[in-house]
């Protein structure tokens, strides 16, 4: 594996090295059977269990498994020897945005553009749960036609790991990206932490270096506390509006991604737009475009199947309980009418609906809403795998009872439960 033109698992065509880092190496290869350039991420699986990654691996598997968007790098296939995991991802030829950068600050209209696929990524990973917790230009791809692609997603969060009080704990991240409130462990809602990022790639990209930097951490991290930072004077009016939102340590505060999708420099045409990639979840694409569910490949069905899942890679991972899954022979359409049917019998709120995915909200008083993530996975244009699980709230005391009447309610578009339960004949 580790020579230059070797293959891998028969299937690979290993090239190049294309970057390394304590645990893991990057090299280009080529799909031995399509042609096709992907790249290839090697990690050492025995350094990697005694630094402690077990977890972090796993849950970068379980995102970029989550998250298939234009503008994230995909995760085609896992491989694994007895010393080696190998990520089979797509290649972005383009490289870093970090190297643009490096040579001088972007034009106005280049910088809009990447941010927009920033913003339309993040926006999207959050409406699915995960929060990147390390967005950085080093962490922006592009590929050979300069798409942005959001990568590294070892240090991101599940909304299922958050603590009662319905924050993230853990201090991680870049320190001249990271938001304030990370940084003092009170408690953070990703959401707002990954905006401040955002906010320090936009000003890296239209100023050419950090709002925030000095030598010294502390003072570092206290100009970010209070705000501390120069407009540089080419900063459009518009601009230096956005980033005051963006850039506020005070997370409560703080602009939203909707508000930032709504505001006006970030929707603003370039003179000439012809050679901007269209974006999913954007203003372009609505209508059926959105109810088009997740095509699975090959990986994803072993991921999702119970006898074939990655935790052999390590030790047996804790599934959430609070899920429930069945494969339907009904068209996506009709699944997907279906469960907004099944939303207003349960009385649930659909709070989004964006590719394949419902996000169903109830109230319940006293508590935190209870949340269910709906979504199909297509394994034919006539069947589909259905995932309904608990992402918020209190699950364990109402997920029983929400369950029982989401058998009861879906049976008629059910072929089969994962679990072998209420088996049809339905064609």
Avoid at 269 to 291: A, D, M, Q, T, Y
Avoid at 302 to 307: D, P, Q, V
Avoid at 310 to 338: C, D, P, R, Y
Wanted: net charge positive; glycine share 8%; hydrophobic share 40%.
């Amino acid at each position: 594996m580790e020579n230059k033109d070797s293959v891998l698992m028969e299937r690979y065509e290993v090239g190049r090295l294309l970057g390394q880092g304590n645990f893991a190496k990057v090299h280009h290869a080529r799909d031995l059977k399509t042609g096709q350039s992907v790249a290839i991420k090697v990690i050492d699986k025995v350094k990697a269990l005694k630094a402690g990654l077990t977890n972090n691996i796993k849950r970068e598997i379980s995102v970029m498994r989550r998250v298939k968007h234009l503008n994230v790098l995909q995760l085609y296939e896992v491989m694994a020897s007895k010393t080696k995991i190998y990520f089979v991802i797509e290649y972005a030829k383009g490289g870093e945005l970090f190297n643009k950068v490096a040579k001088g600050r972007l034009k106005e209209d280049a910088a809009r553009k990447y941010f927009r696929q920033l913003i339309n990524a993040v926006e999207f990973c959050h409406g699915k749960g995960v929060f990147h917790r390390d967005l950085k230009p080093e962490n922006l791809l592009l590929d050979g036609n300069g798409v942005l692609k959001v990568s590294d997603f070892g240090l991101s969060a599940l909304v299922e790991s958050k603590c009662q009080d319905g924050l993230l704990r853990t201090t991680c991240g870049t320190p001249s990206y990271v938001a304030p409130e990370v940084i003092y462990g009170r408690g953070y809602d990703g959401m707002k932490a990954d905006i401040w990022s955002c906010g320090v790639i936009l000003y890296v990209m239209l100023a050419g270096y950090l709002p925030f930097h000095d030598a010294n951490m502390i003072v570092m991290y206290r100009k970010a506390s209070n705000a501390d930072y120069k407009l540089p004077t080419w900063f459009a009016p518009e601009v230096c509006r956005l980033l005051s939102r963006m850039l506020d340590p005070n997370p409560v505060t703080r602009t939203t991604i909707s508000e930032i999708m709504e505001d006006p420099w970030f929707r603003k045409k370039p003179e000439s737009h012809s050679n901007i990639p269209r974006e999913i979840g954007g203003e372009e694409g609505k209508g059926e475009e959105l109810r088009k569910p997740t095509r699975l490949n090959a990986f994803d069905i072993i991921s999702c199947s119970n006898g074939l899942n990655l935790s052999g890679l390590f030790a047996e991972s804790n599934q959430n309980k609070e899920a429930l899954k069945f494969v339907s022979l009904q068209s996506a359409s009709t699944i997907m009418s279906k469960l907004e049917d099944m939303a207003t019998h349960l009385k649930l709120q659909v709070k989004k609906r964006d590719r394949g995915l419902l996000i169903l909200e109830a109230s319940v008083e006293g508590r935190r809403p209870l949340s269910i993530d709906a979504e199909v996975f297509e394994f034919t244009p006539f069947c589909h795998l259905v995932e309904l699980k608990s992402c918020g709230g209190d699950p364990k005391e109402h997920w029983p009872i929400v369950e029982k009447q989401l058998r009861e309610d879906l049976r008629d578009i059910v072929w089969a439960w994962s679990d072998g339960r209420q088996r049809m004949n339905s064609a």
